[in-house]
């Protein structure tokens, strides 16, 4: 017989677990939280590009490196949804849009993707987020939505 | 005084203050970054 302390312990942790698997499920589902993928490597993701796919969809392919991002500076116009493919030459690093819901890691020979739609125009800050070395403070990047207009 | 001396009635109002506190607190914490990554999609 199941002390009834011990009981009342177990159906809380089962209550609680799946309050935070439904949360999950309902990040994903209902409100499309994007998941990051892994995808297969190969050389072509170590040229740093932007793609434009239609009006409002585009790729970008970033190649981190000791201690810059490229591309650099990337335009997009606003409202655009854009596929981000990160891979890394040298060792680890972070790469992290400020007050975006996006968090992947440049791993080199590996590539992260993840996509990230810009609803309000702005410069977003990237940053990496994994320390990589000395010069780690001053690696970032820029997106630039619709501003300034090019 | 009498409670802790019978053990048929011994009741761990501590361990379940200390429980329901952790789990509040997870819940806290866990939901408060939850909702900051809602409202970065």
């Known amino acids: 017989m199941i002390d009834k302390f011990e009981r ?13 698997i439904f949360s999950l499920f309902y990040a994903m589902g209902a409100k499309k939280a994007d998941v990051t993928e892994c995808l297969p490597y190969d050389k072509s993701y170590e040229t740093a ?8 969809t585009y790729q ?11 591309p650099s500076i990337a335009y997009i116009p606003v409202g ?10 040298d060792v680890v690093h972070g790469f992290n ?22 609803e309000e125009p702005g410069v977003y800050k990237v940053v990496c987020h994994e320390y990589c070395g000395t010069g780690h ?5 820029e997106i630039i939505v619709n501003y300034p207009k090019k | 005084m009498q409670e802790s001396n019978n053990p ?3 009741v761990p109002r501590g361990a379940i203050a200390f429980f329901a506190l952790l789990v509040t607190l997870g819940l806290i914490i866990w939901f408060g970054i939850y ?7």
Do not use: C
């Open chain 1, 137 to 141: 403070q001053n690696m970032q990047a």
């Open chain 1, 60 to 70: 970008i392919f970033y190649v981190a490196r000791m201690w810059n991002f490229e």
């Open chain 1, 80 to 89: 655009s949804e854009v596929d981000l493919f990160v891979t890394s030459l």
């Open chain 2, 35 to 41: 909702f900051i990554m809602l409202s970065r999609i």
């Open chain 1, 49 to 56: 590009r932007v793609n434009q796919i239609d009006a409002h």
């Open chain 1, 8 to 20: 009342n312990v177990i159906y809380t942790a089962l209550l609680v677990s799946g309050l935070f």
């Open chain 2, 8 to 10: 048929e009635k011994f």
């Open chain 1, 97 to 118: 849009i400020f007050n975006k819901n996006t968090n992947l890691m440049g791993v080199p020979g590996g590539v992260s993707k993840t996509t990230v739609k810009f």
